[in-house]
């Protein structure tokens, strides 16, 4: 009997060890495959930030420069020309913010 008892933990023995190495070579997979992961959600992060600043680099550059020309126009504000061209100035930099947002909007969709 003690053969037979010997026999059936000796053969446990390999299903444990044989799951042991199931479970090594399943984490292993796991971990290169978050590493893959990872890597992938790297690469589309900085394509969509590359993608997001052509579509808006022109519509920033527009804004600096009529930033630039509205705090030019607020020594001036007295004059009815100066008011009025910072008024429109005012109305485009909001229309030109919410261009931006849309299109940040599409880039990230």
């Known amino acids: 009997m003690p053969d037979q008892r010997e026999s059936e933990l000796a053969s446990l023995i390999v299903e444990l060890a044989k799951i042991e190495?199931?479970?090594?070579?399943?984490?292993k997979l796991m971990k290169e495959t978050v590493e893959d992961i990872r890597e992938q959600i790297q690469r589309l992060a900085a394509e969509i930030d590359a993608r997001a600043a052509a579509e808006v680099s022109d519509i920033n550059a527009a804004i600096s420069d009529l930033t630039r020309e509205g705090r030019?126009?607020?020594?001036?504000?007295?004059d009815p020309a100066a008011q009025?061209?910072?008024?429109e100035i005012t109305q485009t930099l909001t229309s030109l913010q919410a261009s931006i947002d849309e299109k940040l909007f599409a880039v990230s969709t």
């Open 21 to 27: 190495a199931n479970q090594h070579e399943a984490k």
């Open 72 to 78: 030019a126009l607020q020594a001036s504000l007295g």
């Open 84 to 87: 009025r061209r910072f008024d």
